[in-house]
């Protein structure tokens, strides 16, 4: 929904646009260049409506030598519409609005609020702390706004909002700990497990098993011999799960921390029998050693923890979007979003919340974070990290929270927020007029 306030008009995605004109806001920032090539649709390139990836025409501008050239793209399968990119050659994407990305969390939540309406996720960024307004804050060295005085839920798992907040954390931690243990002298390999997966496998019970064969290479005769060989100095492990034709497909990334001298090979050669072992020992299907155990070189484990976190404002693990015709939990809320009558998607959300409430999203092996001095802090502890300094731009009154909520307007009033503080009290009392309209409308109870 759009709103206008003053004299700036916001896209249903939070975008600042122009009040007067016959053009929408994409079309006014379309650059007037002339020639262009075709692209080729990179392999992580948005599906289109028959599930095919969207071709695209891109076009360069620069404005100087100075500046680097930004891409601009028409979709052939999209409309004509037009978007910007970022990349080089083959491997361009299409790049996300940081405030774009807000408006989808937060639009990704309103379902899970309908889908979950008495988890605590479905109150969280709704309910009022008690004895507190509702404040808008800016930070003063990202130049985000975002709210005080609102409950959060602290779920890593079915929150878009907190989860994006923790995880953004996480990748700090994760970039710290790398850095760290290259100081040290010590080098960081990506290790992958998997287990061979089928449609009506039960999620809940998959993951107790391979948490019991994770703990098997930690604990057992076998696992501890593994361990020394390569003189493993400590592990961070990271769960995800995405769901496909073949159904569930949970996995495990391990960064493994161990001495420099130590190789990949070595390493591949110890876990992959031990990995084997340990799924049959604990009733999982033999992987393959092909397909079940992978170890990457630290350039891939550095690149896994530097973008865990965040992928251009949106979160990595079970939020990404997923490829190869996987979707992740994310993935099967933006499917509700596009249609309230998935039910399936519905069905497979709650489903994967159910079997993943009360685990823990990374775990670190005992020892690690004091010996790479990174602090033991819980998701719900990170969730309410502040920045030191921040500036208040509104108190909002209980109506006006209302109407907020009422409205869906969470993150367009942040983008006010950030774009126009002083426009701020006009939005609001704008969509209070909005939500004092509409309960005008309604037809009177008959209980009354």
């Known amino acids: 929904m759009g709103c206008r306030f003053g004299d700036h008009i916001l896209d249903h995605n939070g975008q600042e646009a122009k009040r007067n004109g016959a053009v ?55 409309h004509g519409e037009v978007v910007p990119l970022e990349g080089h050659g083959h491997k361009l994407k299409i790049r996300v609005d940081p405030r774009q990305a807000r408006a989808e969390r937060f639009a990704l939540k309103s379902v899970v609020n309908g889908i979950m309406p008495t988890s605590r996720t479905s109150k969280c960024m709704r309910w009022r702390v008690p004895k507190q307004s509702v404040e808008v804050w800016q930070s003063a060295e990202h130049k985000k706004a975002h709210y005080k005085g609102v409950q959060m839920c602290a779920s890593v798992w079915c929150c878009p909002v907190c989860s994006a907040k923790i995880s953004e954390r996480r990748r700090a931690e994760l970039q710290g700990a790398v850095a760290t243990a290259k100081a040290m002298g010590w080098q960081v390999l990506m290790l992958t497990l998997t287990v061979p997966h089928a449609l009506g ?61 130590v190789t990949v090979q070595r390493v591949q050669d110890e876990f992959t029998p031990l990995w084997l072992h340990a799924c049959q020992a604990k009733g999982l299907p033999r992987p393959s ?25 949106m979160t990595k693990g079970h939020s990404k979007q997923g490829r ?32 993943f409430k009360g685990r823990r999203q990374l775990y670190w092996s005992q020892g690690l974070k004091e010996a790479l001095a990174v602090a033991d802090l819980a998701d719900d502890e990170l969730v309410e990290v502040d920045d030191d300094e921040s500036t208040l731009l509104a108190q909002l009154t209980d109506e006006q929270w209302r109407a907020v909520k009422a409205t869906r307007n969470e993150a367009s009033l942040l983008t ?15 969509i209070v007029s909005m939500m004092r309209a509409k309960q005008a409308q309604r037809p009177p109870d008959p209980g009354d």
């Open 24 to 78: 929408g806001h994409r079309e006014a920032q379309r650059p007037d260049v002339g020639g262009g090539v075709v692209v080729g649709a990179p392999s992580d390139a948005r599906p289109g409506p028959h599930g095919r990836p969207l071709g695209i025409y891109a076009k360069t501008a620069s404005t100087s030598a100075q500046t680097p050239p930004t891409t601009w793209a028409e979709v052939q399968d999209g």
């Open 201 to 261: 496998d039960d999620l809940h019970d998959m993951l107790d098993r391979m948490m019991a064969a994770w703990r098997y290479c930690s604990s057992s005769r076998m696992g501890k011999a593994a361990r020394a060989a390569i003189d493993l100095k400590g592990t961070i492990r990271a769960l995800e799960v995405t769901h496909g034709q073949n159904g569930w497909h949970p996995h495990f990334h391990v960064l493994l921390f161990v001495p420099g001298h």
């Open 289 to 313: 050693a092909l397909r079940g155990v992978r170890v990457d070189d630290g350039s891939y484990a550095a690149a896994y923890a530097s973008k865990w976190g965040l992928e251009s404002e």
């Open 416 to 430: 006010v927020a950030e774009l126009h503080p002083d426009a701020v009290p006009v939005f609001l009392e704008t």
């Open 324 to 355: 190869n015709g996987g979707r992740t939990p994310f993935d099967l809320l933006r499917g509700i979003l596009a249609d309230k009558s998935d039910k399936r998607a519905a069905a497979l959300f709650l489903a994967f919340a159910e079997a």
